[in-house]
């Protein structure tokens, strides 16, 4: 019973507001609203700067790569040496 009241809620809700919500969404919709007024523009360099700042990260994780390979070669060469040295004696 309580989802009949769920659903008759809504449906009273939806008819009470129709036109107010009509005019929202269409408005926002066609770009248009209150708060629509250069959505697309501001989404636009939004999602340059976006780009641009994966692209630095991106940089910046390559760079940590090289580093992180470079660390483990020289602990490699440093083990070479030392299992090396350790047997010679």
Known sequence: ???????ALMLVAYWMFRPSLRRAGGGALRG?????DGALERL???MGRLAEEV???RG???????RVD???RALTAL??????????S
């Not at 083990?79 to 010679?88: D, E, M, W, Y």
């Open 1 to 7: 019973m309580s989802v009949f009241w769920a659903v």
């Open 60 to 66: 910046e994780v390559a760079e940590l790569a090289e």
């Open 79 to 88: 083990r070479r040496n030392a299992v090396g040295a350790g047997h010679g």
């Open 55 to 57: 692209g630095a990260l």
């Open 32 to 36: 248009r609203g209150r708060e629509g």
């Open 44 to 46: 636009d360099e939004s």
């Open 70 to 72: 470079f660390t483990e």
